[in-house]
């Protein structure tokens, strides 16, 4: 009789105890992103895809070194180039980003002298086209030009410390 | 209720046939309670997902209107645009049979609840019987579903289901018994009317009350208690070869029987419609949702007991608790 009296105050207890922490949760902030509306803060050294910079006169940093070209593992950068007359830099003709290859290590970007490439925050790259998914020069200047993300320190380079 | 009388009398005095004008007040009260469920059974299965959500600090749905209040008409319209799938080898007819089977009486119960003090449909002196009589028809259809689905999950749900039901039936009915011996009355309306002359049962009767919320549950295939339908086991239970409206109707069906155990709760407990300042409506309303709540909030916090713990506890747990409280309860009935 004790026992069964004791088993059911300590069914009591327990369901209560429980109740307690779900009621606490039902009134606490849910922690859900409503995603397309809403999007996370990416932490810092998030790498997305590469993407050429500019300058502020809106020119690409990239002096066609072909650095990031020799650093990427999986060869998925092709850079052709050519000199025209009375010019020091070298022209940058077409400089192509295979996203289907590229394994976002950001090598490329550790690699460039010029600061000219970061890894970006751009991470929606889904198309039904695999052709698309090749980023020619414009396309990555373009995506490098809406980056919202300081990336002076972006990528793998960064030292850890917050950079916004 | 001088509505309907007033209405039936009007069709009388204009002509109608009397077979004919007896017909139409039921029918007119048997539609504004079809109304009652299915408004409030779209708006639970929301709140339900709400709740659920919150308490795993989620949000729920919200994509289609404010927070995703008529997500619940978009899958009612998604159930009506699927397929009709009776799969075969189902015995054919007992398969479609069993979701009306489940609702007609989910629905009927709805008859002797007193919404206030004049509103309800009929009020039977014998409602409680009434009430526990048709809540036990669930139990054949769910073997109705089971057993015509061919289908070894459906059996298996059907069968703990009915083995949990027919268990849980009987200390649900001697807790209930109680209440009746301190009213002494069958008649809901009575039991309110003698807790509005002097308290809520609930101070008397807190074990009839436990017990009572205990086997409801059980009763409703709710968690703690959903045997019949422990998804990591059997699939769905009993309704797992439904699809499309009929699973529909089987859901609107554990809806509208919450809706029942919160009524009951609430009018045999805590003094259904009675309340101060508040119409007897709005306190009804405000005592049903509580329980409801109560219920989800019991359904999202509890994890599932074991099929041999549940009988424990119906039958060693439930059973002598609710005697023992009917046997005080007539003590008491006595000595007053």
């Given at each position: 009789?004790?026992?069964?009296?004791?088993?059911?105050?300590?069914?009591?207890?327990?369901?209560?105890?429980?109740?307690?922490?779900?009621?606490?949760?039902?009134?606490?902030?849910?922690?859900?992103?409503?995603?397309?509306?809403?999007?996370?803060?990416?932490?810092?050294?998030?790498?997305?895809?590469?993407?050429?910079?500019?300058?502020?006169?809106?020119?690409?940093?990239?002096?066609?070194?072909?650095?990031?070209?020799?650093?990427?593992?999986?060869?998925?950068?092709?850079?052709?180039?050519?000199?025209?007359?009375?010019?020091?830099?070298?022209?940058?003709?077409?400089?192509?980003?295979?996203?289907?290859?590229?394994?976002?290590?950001?090598?490329?970007?550790?690699?460039?002298?010029?600061?000219?490439?970061?890894?970006?925050?751009?991470?929606?790259?889904?198309?039904?086209?695999?052709?698309?998914?090749?980023?020619?020069?414009?396309?990555?200047?373009?995506?490098?030009?809406?980056?919202?993300?300081?990336?002076?320190?972006?990528?793998?380079?960064?030292?850890?410390?917050?950079?916004? | 209720?001088?509505?309907?009388?007033?209405?039936?009398?009007?069709?009388?005095?204009?002509?109608?046939?009397?077979?004919?004008?007896?017909?139409?007040?039921?029918?007119?009260?048997?539609?504004?309670?079809?109304?009652?469920?299915?408004?409030?059974?779209?708006?639970?299965?929301?709140?339900?997902?709400?709740?659920?959500?919150?308490?795993?600090?989620?949000?729920?749905?919200?994509?289609?209107?404010?927070?995703?209040?008529?997500?619940?008409?978009?899958?009612?319209?998604?159930?009506?645009?699927?397929?009709?799938?009776?799969?075969?080898?189902?015995?054919?007819?007992?398969?479609?049979?069993?979701?009306?089977?489940?609702f007609a009486p989910a629905f009927a119960v709805f008859m002797v609840i007193p919404f206030g003090p004049n509103l309800i449909a009929q009020d039977l002196n014998i409602a409680l019987i009434f009430i526990a009589a048709l809540t036990s028809f669930v139990v054949i259809s769910f073997l109705m579903a089971g057993w015509s689905s061919n289908n070894k999950w459906s059996l298996l749900g059907a069968m703990r289901?009915?083995?949990?039901?027919?268990?849980?039936?009987?200390?649900?009915?001697?807790?209930?018994?109680?209440?009746?011996?301190?009213?002494?009355?069958?008649?809901?309306?009575?039991?309110?009317?003698?807790?509005?002359?002097?308290?809520?049962?609930?101070?008397?009767?807190?074990?009839?009350?436990?017990?009572?919320?205990?086997?409801?549950?059980?009763?409703?295939?709710?968690?703690?208690?959903?045997?019949?339908?422990?998804?990591?086991?059997?699939?769905?239970?009993?309704?797992?070869?439904?699809?499309?409206?009929?699973?529909?109707?089987?859901?609107?069906?554990?809806?509208?029987?919450?809706?029942?155990?919160?009524?009951?709760?609430?009018?045999?407990?805590?003094?259904?419609?009675?309340?101060?300042?508040?119409?007897?409506?709005?306190?009804?309303?405000?005592?049903?949702?509580?329980?409801?709540?109560?219920?989800?909030?019991?359904?999202?916090?509890?994890?599932?007991?074991?099929?041999?713990?549940?009988?424990?506890?119906?039958?060693?747990?439930?059973?002598?608790?609710?005697?023992?409280?009917?046997?005080?309860?007539?003590?008491?009935?006595?000595?007053?």
């Amino acid at each position: 009789m004790g026992r069964f009296l004791a088993e059911i105050y300590k069914a009591l207890k327990s369901a209560a105890l429980g109740l307690k922490v779900t009621v606490k949760n039902l009134f606490s902030p849910a922690i859900t992103l409503q995603y397309p509306d809403e999007r996370l803060d990416l932490p810092v050294g998030f790498r997305g895809i590469p993407v050429l910079l500019s300058d502020a006169e809106g020119n690409l940093k990239c002096t066609s070194c072909e650095l990031c070209a020799r650093a990427c593992p999986v060869q998925c950068i092709e850079i052709q180039s050519h000199r025209e007359e009375g010019r020091k830099l070298k022209v940058l003709d077409v400089y192509n980003l295979d996203a289907t290859w590229c394994m976002y290590c950001g090598l490329c970007v550790e690699a460039c002298p010029f600061d000219a490439l970061a890894m970006s925050d751009q991470f929606e790259l889904a198309d039904y086209d695999l052709t698309n998914l090749v980023f020619d020069r414009d396309r990555l200047a373009e995506i490098g030009r809406r980056q919202v993300t300081e990336t002076i320190n972006f990528g793998i380079k960064t030292g850890g410390a917050a950079t916004r | 209720m001088d509505f309907f009388s007033a209405m039936h009398s009007g069709l009388v005095s204009a002509g109608w046939p009397l077979w004919l004008a007896n017909l139409v007040p039921p029918l007119v009260k048997a539609l504004i309670l079809l109304l009652f469920i299915l408004l409030n059974c779209t708006f639970l299965i929301w709140m339900e997902r709400k709740v659920a959500g919150h308490m795993q600090r989620r949000m729920g749905p919200m994509r289609l209107g404010p927070h995703g209040i008529i997500q619940t008409i978009a899958d009612v319209v998604k159930l009506i645009a699927k397929e009709d799938v009776i799969p075969a080898g189902v015995d054919r007819w007992v398969f479609v049979l069993a979701p009306i089977v489940a609702f007609a009486p989910a629905f009927a119960v709805f008859m002797v609840i007193p919404f206030g003090p004049n509103l309800i449909a009929q009020d039977l002196n014998i409602a409680l019987i009434f009430i526990a009589a048709l809540t036990s028809f669930v139990v054949i259809s769910f073997l109705m579903a089971g057993w015509s689905s061919n289908n070894k999950w459906s059996l298996l749900g059907a069968m703990r289901a009915s083995a949990q039901l027919i268990s849980y039936e009987v200390p649900l009915v001697i807790s209930v018994a109680s209440v009746a011996l301190l009213a002494g009355s069958l008649s809901l309306q009575d039991i309110v009317r003698a807790q509005s002359q002097s308290f809520w049962y609930i101070l008397v009767q807190p074990i009839g009350f436990l017990v009572f919320l205990t086997a409801s549950l059980a009763e409703l295939n709710r968690s703690p208690f959903d045997m019949s339908e422990a998804e990591q086991e059997l699939v769905a239970g009993y309704n797992t070869e439904y699809s499309g409206m009929r699973w529909a109707i089987f859901y609107l069906t554990e809806y509208a029987n919450l809706i029942t155990f919160a009524a009951m709760a609430s009018t045999l407990f805590f003094g259904g419609w009675s309340g101060p300042g508040l119409p007897p409506f709005v306190w009804f309303m405000i005592k049903v949702y509580f329980f409801i709540f109560l219920v989800m909030w019991i359904r999202w916090t509890l994890p599932r007991v074991r099929i041999d713990q549940l009988m424990d506890i119906g039958w060693k747990g439930l059973l002598p608790l609710s005697l023992v409280n009917l046997a005080f309860t007539g003590i008491y009935v006595l000595l007053r």
